[in-house]
């Protein structure tokens, strides 16, 4: 068999009547939408019920299936201590995505466990399908910090465990869409709020999973979302196959957003492999990028590469333009890995003889030392998208307003604390913001005073 269902559901404590005490009924859609998921479960009467959440227990760099024969949970947190659950889960199955993960590579698994007890994340869409049928262990995923790809291939794991074991499962994409849909919303207000929002359904009305891929991480934090990684584990789960899709419902009245979709695979087509489509399609694009590379980010790939594959850092080469032997200057190289970053150590003034060095130390760094990443490894080399920024010379400043964010890039200094920002950066589009990232960078409070200095750089790609 394999996933014979999957459904996209919110999860608001709200809606749950105990909960909610009569304030359930002003997203009175959501909740006759879920209603209707319970009965289609019910109708199915699967095996087993996959759920993901953002809010089980959640790594940076691990996905945590969680272990153990059961687990109980309830809404107690909420107010509703008698709302409880206890649930057995498909102990079976998790063994199966563990071992298939650890064969393909993917940092998923059962290590960890911090929070044994059921989450709201999970709890919401029980509630519902619990009033209808009763059958079926769980499965229990949370998401990472990982890559859009990586939990896309999580999902196609799920998939090929399902089908494996001939189980009949239904998979819950469990997750909240913007929380920034309205002024008078507990979070407020941002325009890309309703714009994720239009997007998402979208996507959502078409099953076109693979365009979840093509989500630009500062929209999703802008529009602070809690449910597109668990989307797109479930997309992956769906991958390969024909797919009908629903449109139930999506509210916004209560500042969140609240989607409610169906989709049913039919058919296999493997024009719908929208990872191995996704994959291509970025090779290309950085392949038509690496040729039109100039020396500065050759010398960082050149660098990164042999030092990642073969333990060794380069000399500086012969055959490079002057400038780059015969100039100093501060030095940053950026490296990102399908659209995010995966690493950035830069020098503000210079310190070392000439730029090719400077380079090739902040490449050897940004690869293997930044210490918000893992080391890069060999086998994600072909992926790297690598930028090289060459600094000017620091200059001081009175006002913000002699700032420009793309132009100018900032240092902030108090004391011995210095933070600095690159110019022009994808999502930061005012200087306020601007001021406010070097400084939490440096560990310096919003309010504190500091000094002010700008820079230009020249972008190399």
């Given amino acids: 068999m394999g996933i014979v269902a999957a459904f996209m559901v919110p999860h608001p404590p709200l809606i749950i009547p105990e909960v909610g005490?009569?304030?359930?009924?002003?997203?009175?859609?959501?909740?006759?939408?879920?209603?209707?998921?319970?009965?289609?479960?019910?109708?199915?009467?699967?095996?087993?019920?996959?759920i993901s959440s953002p809010h089980s227990i959640m790594y940076e760099d691990y996905?945590?299936?969680s272990p153990g024969e059961s687990a109980t949970g309830s809404f107690r947190n909420f107010g509703a201590p008698d709302v409880y659950f206890t649930e057995k889960y498909d102990t079976e199955l998790v063994r199966e995505i563990e071992r298939l993960s650890e064969e393909n590579g993917i940092p998923a698994g059962t290590l960890g466990e911090k929070m044994p007890e059921l989450d709201h994340g999970t709890m919401v869409p029980l509630y519902f399908i619990r009033k209808y049928y009763s059958g079926a262990r769980i499965v229990r995923i949370g998401l990472s910090g990982q890559s859009l790809t990586d939990h896309y291939r999580l999902?196609?794991?799920?998939?090929?465990?399902?089908?494996?074991?001939?189980?009949?499962?239904?998979?819950?994409?469990?997750?909240?869409?913007?929380?920034?849909?309205?002024?008078?919303?507990?979070?407020?207000?941002?325009?890309?709020?309703?714009?994720?929002?239009?997007?998402?359904?979208?996507?959502?009305?078409?099953?076109?999973?693979?365009?979840?891929?093509?989500?630009?991480?500062?929209?999703?934090?802008?529009?602070?979302?809690?449910?597109?990684?668990?989307?797109?584990?479930?997309?992956?789960?769906?991958?390969?196959?024909?797919?009908?899709?629903?449109v139930y419902s999506h509210e916004d009245v209560t500042g969140v957003g609240y989607?409610?979709?169906?989709?049913?695979?039919?058919?296999?087509?493997r024009d719908r492999s929208f990872l191995k489509k996704y994959?291509?399609?970025?090779?290309?694009?950085?392949?038509?990028?690496?040729?039109?590379?100039?020396?500065?980010?050759?010398?960082?790939?050149?660098?990164?590469?042999?030092?990642?594959?073969?333990g060794f850092l380069i000399d500086v080469p012969d055959d490079i333009p002057e400038e780059m032997k015969n100039r100093k200057a501060g030095a940053f190289v950026s490296i990102h890995k399908f659209g995010r970053l995966r690493g950035c150590i830069g020098t503000?003034?210079?310190?070392?003889?000439?730029?090719?060095?400077?380079?090739?130390?902040?490449?050897?760094?940004?690869?293997?030392?930044?210490?918000?990443?893992?080391?890069?490894?060999?086998?994600?080399?072909?992926?790297?998208?690598?930028?090289?920024?060459?600094?000017?010379?620091?200059?001081?400043?009175?006002?913000?307003?002699?700032?420009?964010?793309k132009r100018y890039g900032v240092?902030?200094?108090?004391?011995?604390r210095r933070g600095l920002l690159l110019p022009d950066l994808e999502g930061v589009d005012t200087v306020t913001e601007q001021i406010s990232i070097a400084k939490m960078k440096a560990g310096i409070g919003e309010d504190e005073p500091v000094k002010l200095q700008r820079f230009e750089v020249v972008r190399h790609y």
């Fill in 411 to 416: 240092i902030v200094t108090s004391g011995y």
């Fill in 259 to 269: 989607g409610i979709c169906s989709f049913y695979p039919k058919e296999k087509n």
């Fill in 155 to 246: 999902g196609q794991i799920v998939q090929e465990a399902t089908e494996k074991l001939d189980r009949r499962a239904v998979y819950i994409g469990s997750g909240d869409l913007s929380h920034k849909l309205q002024e008078y919303g507990p979070y407020g207000y941002a325009k890309e709020g309703p714009e994720y929002d239009a997007r998402i359904m979208d996507v959502a009305s078409r099953a076109a999973f693979g365009e979840m891929l093509d989500f630009d991480e500062n929209l999703c934090d802008k529009a602070a979302e809690c449910g597109h990684r668990s989307f797109v584990i479930m997309a992956g789960a769906l991958d390969g196959y024909e797919t009908e899709s629903t």
């Fill in 348 to 405: 503000i003034l210079p310190t070392t003889g000439c730029v090719a060095r400077e380079i090739i130390n902040n490449a050897v760094s940004a690869s293997t030392k930044d210490p918000r990443f893992n080391p890069i490894t060999p086998d994600e080399l072909p992926y790297l998208d690598i930028n090289v920024d060459i600094l000017g010379d620091p200059e001081d400043i009175s006002s913000p307003d002699e700032l420009d964010v």
């Fill in 63 to 65: 996905f945590h299936i």
């Fill in 21 to 50: 005490r009569g304030n359930e009924k002003q997203v009175q859609k959501t909740i006759e939408s879920f209603e209707e998921v319970g009965r289609m479960i019910a109708k199915i009467a699967p095996d087993t019920i996959i």
């Fill in 279 to 310: 994959i291509e399609k970025r090779d290309r694009e950085l392949e038509e990028k690496r040729s039109r590379s100039d020396e500065y980010v050759r010398l960082a790939r050149l660098t990164i590469e042999t030092y990642i594959k073969d």
